[in-house]
């Protein structure tokens, strides 16, 4: 057993911690976006565009859904910019920092026929690439020599498609969802006491061998063979 000792160690202090939902609204009509029967950008084509989208999705009702396709990784959707700014809050009475944290990047629209029963295999239609951006302010305890960190956890949408009464004209109605996790950290040294790890024994795999069975003859038939003997 090793023991008990002074240790220092180098570990990221988180300083504050929240979760925010960001919403973002979007408006398209006929001639605003186009839509392909191709979920590749590079592939969207003339010949993959579907000019008559009411026409194609009649009279089945039509689900609404959203894809992120940029940035890549996902992590760089949200990030720090600017400066920041210190702010006294009165409720607190204490001052914290007000911090600008940018969303920006690309999502297609995902078009769907929501009855499956009646669509007989009709593929969904992706628009071509929309691009968003959003600037958001929070007051975060984030000192100077602090890091904002900013990871998008979930990234949604609610929408709707509606054509209108002669299938000539289309609406869609957007509510971006971006679900982020905004950490404020800074890496520092700690004095602990503990125990320097060492690794476990290793956890072996059961090993099952095969045995042979016991060797056995051929049942015979005593009662016809081999026949008994004769006294002489």
């Not at 689900?63 to 990030?79: D, F, G, M, N, Q």
């Not at 904002?148 to 929408?159: A, K, N, S």
């Not at 602990?192 to 056995?216: Q, S, T, W, Y």
Request: with cysteine; net charge negative.
């Amino acid at each position: 057993m090793s023991k008990v000792e002074r240790l220092c160690i180098k570990v990221p202090k988180v300083y504050d911690w929240i979760t925010h939902q960001a919403e973002k609204e979007f408006q398209f009509e006929v001639g605003d976006i186009d839509f392909f029967t191709e979920e590749d950008p590079e592939d969207q084509t003339t010949d993959t565009l579907v000019d008559d989208i009411c026409d194609y999705f009649l009279p089945n009702s039509v689900k609404v859904s959203c894809v992120l396709i940029a940035p890549e990784p996902p992590e760089e959707l949200c990030a720090e910019v600017g400066d920041r700014k210190d702010v006294h809050v009165e409720e607190y009475d204490t001052v914290l920092q007000l911090v600008n944290i940018q969303k920006q990047g690309q999502f297609q629209i995902v078009l769907e026929a929501k009855d499956n029963y009646k669509n007989n295999g009709l593929a969904p239609l992706f628009s071509e690439p929309i691009n968003f951006f959003k600037i958001e302010k929070f007051l975060l305890c984030a000192p100077p020599g602090t890091d904002v960190l900013c990871h998008v956890y979930d990234f949604d949408c609610e929408g709707s498609f509606v054509c209108n009464g002669d299938g000539t004209e289309w609406t869609i109605d957007l509510l971006l969802l971006i679900c982020q996790s905004i950490q404020v950290e800074a890496e520092v040294k700690i004095d602990i006491e503990g125990k320097i790890c060492k690794p476990r024994p290793e956890i072996l795999l059961p090993v099952r061998r095969k045995k042979c069975p016991d060797f056995k003859f051929p049942e015979q038939c005593p009662e016809v063979f081999p026949r008994p003997h004769k006294p002489h």
